[in-house]
């Protein structure tokens, strides 16, 4: 294997962390942000891009590779945490919000995995973290959601989080599934996909979904999130008062305000 070996276990179930297991001189890369807690002789160290042997030696290798990650809108950098000790030593990332983590071996699927811009929390250090192309550039860029794929390769573990319920769905030979672009997780290096143009405009313009969804054709295994962040947070957005509104307005707190004389501004 060119990847390290790393051993987790789960916590939790709505708000889940994975607490990752190290062997001395033993690497897990993770992004920036991830992490929850670790324990003492493990070193943090912040590198360009993924680490992995597939950017090069010099410096523009790996100024290439992360160049990469700002394509899909994340940072340049990513965070090592090694284990320094001579045992064994736990590092824990936690979920961005309520969701699911899904441990990947990807020696099991082909080396390959394909998931959403934000859907990555951590891997084996050796794990390449790089861009899928779409085959029509304009789709991936304007098809809702920011629909660009990382790609993840390599023959170690990753971790990827998906938001709400997360459901797998294996598709047959020539099985087609249409998701919200949002919706999808992640998916095998196998599955053909596109980005479509909802047809009719009185559906794309009053239907509540979107302009665009993803086609996914078999054979292969799709991962499929309930709650899309973006989702979660336009709610939130749209139920937040108006700038300047008083504490509590529309509530009991806020008629309570109103009787005892405050002044709303």
């Known amino acids: 294997m060119n990847n390290h070996e790393i051993d987790y276990k789960l916590h939790g179930d709505d708000m889940q962390f994975v607490e990752v297991e190290l062997d001395p001189q033993e690497t897990v890369i993770a992004e920036a942000g991830s992490l929850m807690m670790m324990d003492d002789q493990i070193r943090m160290d912040t590198i360009f891009g993924d680490g992995s042997e597939e ?12 160049g990469k990650r700002v394509l899909t ?22 979920s961005p919000y309520p969701g699911k983590i899904i441990p990947m071996d990807l020696s099991e699927i082909d080396g390959k995995l394909i998931c959403q811009k934000d859907a990555f929390l ?6 390449s973290v790089g861009i899928e192309f779409q085959k029509k550039i304009g789709a991936g860029f304007f098809g809702g959601e920011g629909f660009i794929m990382q790609k993840l390769e390599g023959d170690g573990m990753t971790f990827v989080h998906a938001g709400g319920t997360m459901h797998k769905r294996e598709l047959g030979v020539g099985e087609t599934l249409r998701v919200d672009t949002g ?19 009185k559906t794309a313009l009053f239907g509540g979904e979107g302009l665009f969804f ?16 973006s989702r979660l947070a336009s709610r939130v957005f749209a139920a937040a008062p108006e700038r300047g509104g008083s504490k509590g307005e529309g509530s009991v707190a806020g008629g309570l305000f109103d009787i005892l004389g405050g002044d709303r501004k």
């Open 55 to 66: 950017q090069g030696g010099g410096f523009m290798g790996k100024l290439l590779g992360a």
């Open 122 to 127: 951590a891997a084996a250090k050796g794990v």
């Open 73 to 94: 809108g994340e940072s340049l950098f990513m965070t090592t945490f090694t284990n320094e000790g001579t045992g064994k030593k736990h590092v824990s990332f936690a």
């Open 183 to 201: 919706c999808l997780v992640a998916m095998t290096g196998d599955i053909n996909y596109d980005v479509e143009f909802v047809s009719g405009v």
């Open 214 to 229: 993803a086609t996914l054709r078999g054979p292969g295994t799709v991962w499929i999130q309930s709650l899309p962040f």
